[in-house]
């Protein structure tokens, strides 16, 4: 495997970046100096060619979202979806606790870029430690006269301001993050017209997830082209990857966006624990479908998980060895998005009640033969019909579970033996074939 | 009497400077977070009126945000306020082990508080801790890589060294 120059973490070991002058000392705002003497479309062009999709999940091209910021003489806004949750992924919480200059540099480049003047990040709720390094980066980047009337001394101006979250899953999604913002429930908003025209306070507003901000500067650093062989195809640069349950080394990596799968299970976090098989392994956070161990020969990028059948998502890689019960894993999740679905539209509220209640009953021994069919048939009913893809996110791994595990769910419902445990739950490891 | 002290206003004038001129709703959630902490973990009604008096908007928008975030609590919590992670990545390493040790060490159901008053419980979801779990958050601080022994010997440290 090709070893990665580190960028994104290159200062998670240096614990005096998250100071201005520590900042500085490691390089840090050079890129907004030299950004500054670009002409804004420059700087567009730059992030289009250095291919830079968006990392909150959807891998969308952020240059191409800048390029539908609605044309305005009003405000515009930049609002930072720092509201990480979704579970497997652990990122943007370490992006903003040990390098929140870096998060800064690369809000205040896409603002000059975009001609905004005001940016809200969008801060979770439980996230202390990082709302308080960035809390103090702001405060002193103020005083340093990266933010304020005069950008290191330009006429461009940015006020950049946190705003907590408190506690909704749902606050990740772009729209529902806008509501959180205006100080009401998180509901999403109907699409179009999409932030980009409409957003917060009814004016046009660019979402971008952390991660996706803090690639920014080192873009303008390296030259696009520089940026993209770090990746693979159409997915620039290096990405950050977390990796979760049952390797040998779990723990989140700066790695080339053409790592395998494979690669990431095996050699960076050391293979399975000893004694044991994968059995299965979700490639991009709990949203995205499964991926059985004959599928795991696959790049960790946008394009080529998709291909796969799964998608990159958050990048938050969930393993599970062969002693896993997927009807419980499954379980266990349905509980989530169950508890996370807003209640906004009704095919997801009731969806994933449903689904929860079916789940739990299989579980507790009461399922019966059709229950599973029911199962697939109410994610049928939920996929693209809400407002906003929480009903997506729960319909499809679990459509993927049921398909690729079947035999269990039915050896569940058929009074047969139980398969597997969840973590190290011993009632269950008896009945374990 | 106004739960509003001068000092209290001040430091909320400073955040409701952060939104636009009416847009004070926008406030709504920083200000319920700073009446919480003065409310030692618990929304009273008191409170929520008095979030809503200073932003001019009404009690139902209040509501509709202390009834749908998770964060806010219109019970009593503990002195110190456990939250245990229940989602996958965390279960896949072991926590419903964990949580029966923890519930069982304070004797409560997940949302209640000890006969003490020093512990409030809840199972949360996703902290965001994945390569860590199991985790609790207690306060600012995240312990991970719990078993139920090291859970049961953390809340005996945590029960000494006692909150607020």
């Known amino acids: 495997m090709e070893s990665t120059p580190l960028y994104l973490t290159r200062n998670f070991k240096n614990p005096a970046a998250v100071t201005f002058d520590g900042y500085v000392a490691s390089g840090g705002y050079v890129a907004l100096k030299k950004a500054l003497g670009l002409a804004p479309q420059e700087i567009i062009d730059l992030v289009k060619a250095g291919n830079l999709r968006g990392r909150g999940g959807a891998g969308f091209p952020a240059a191409v979202k800048w390029g539908f910021l609605g044309k305005t003489d009003g405000p515009k806004y930049l609002c930072v979806n720092a509201d990480e949750g979704e579970p497997g992924t652990v990122k943007d919480g370490p992006l903003m606790e040990f390098d929140p200059h870096q998060m800064i540099e690369g809000i205040a480049i896409a603002c000059f870029a975009l001609g905004i003047k005001w940016c809200y990040i969008y801060i979770r709720g439980e996230f202390y430690k990082a709302h308080r390094a960035v809390e103090k980066a702001v405060n002193e980047a103020y005083a340093k006269g990266v933010l304020g009337p005069k950008v290191l001394g330009s006429d461009f101006r940015l006020d950049v301001a946190l705003h907590p979250g408190a506690g909704a899953y749902i606050c990740g999604e772009e729209t529902g993050l806008l509501s959180s913002l205006e100080g009401k429930k998180g509901f999403p908003k109907l699409k179009p017209p999409f932030p980009a025209i409409k957003g917060l306070y009814g004016a046009p507003t660019i979402v971008n997830n952390v991660e996706t901000l803090a690639c920014v500067p080192h873009i303008i650093n390296l030259g696009a082209e520089a940026w993209n062989a770090l990746g693979s195809e ?115 509220r009731e969806g994933t009640h449903w689904l929860y209640q079916i789940s739990q009953r299989i579980v507790n021994g009461q399922g019966k033969p059709a229950d599973v069919d029911r199962m697939l048939e109410i994610c049928g009913n939920m996929v693209g019909n809400t407002i906003c893809v929480l009903a997506d996110a729960a319909a499809l791994p679990t459509t993927s579970y049921i398909n690729k595990y079947r035999a269990e769910f039915d050896a569940y419902v058929s009074g047969g033996r139980r398969l597997g445990i969840l973590g190290e739950v011993e009632e269950m490891a008896v009945a374990h074939a | 009497m106004s739960l509003i002290t001068p000092e209290l206003k001040a430091r909320f004038d400073a955040v409701v400077a952060r939104y636009p001129k009416g847009q004070e709703q926008s406030a709504v959630i920083p200000l319920l977070h700073a009446m919480q902490e003065l409310g030692h973990g618990r929304l009273t009604q008191e409170h929520q009126q008095a979030v809503a008096d200073f932003l001019n908007v009404p009690m139902s928008k209040v509501h509709e945000v202390t009834t749908f975030y998770t ?71 995240v312990y991970g890589d719990l078993t139920p022994e090291k859970a049961r010997t953390l809340i005996d440290e945590l029960a000494k060294k006692g909150g607020r």
Do not use: W
Request: aromatic residues 6%; proline residues 5%; neutral net charge.
């Open chain 1, 234 to 348: 159409k997915n620039g640069g290096t990405k950050l990857y977390n990796v979760c349950g049952h390797v040998l080394r779990p723990g989140y990596y700066e790695l080339r966006h053409s790592v395998t799968l494979r690669e990431l299970i095996y050699d960076v976090c050391g293979g399975m624990k000893p004694g044991r098989t994968l059995k299965g392994v979700v490639p991009g956070g709990s949203s995205s479908p499964i991926l059985l161990p004959s599928e795991i020969d696959v790049r960790m990028d946008f394009d080529s998980l998709g291909k796969a059948g799964s998608m990159l998502g958050s990048a938050g890689v969930i393993v599970m060895d062969d002693r896993t019960s997927i009807v419980r894993a499954l379980d266990n999740l349905l509980h989530f998005y169950n508890h996370e679905s807003c209640g906004q539209c009704t095919p997801c």
């Open chain 2, 71 to 141: 964060m806010y609590s219109l019970k009593p919590r503990g002195r110190q306020h456990l939250s245990l992670c229940r989602t996958l990545p965390c279960a896949l390493c072991g926590s419903e082990n964990v949580a029966s040790a923890v519930r069982a060490k304070l004797g409560v159901a997940p949302g209640e508080v000890t006969g003490d008053g020093e512990f409030s419980y809840e199972e949360v979801e996703c902290l965001n801790y994945c390569h860590l779990g199991p985790v609790l958050q207690v306060g600012d601080t």
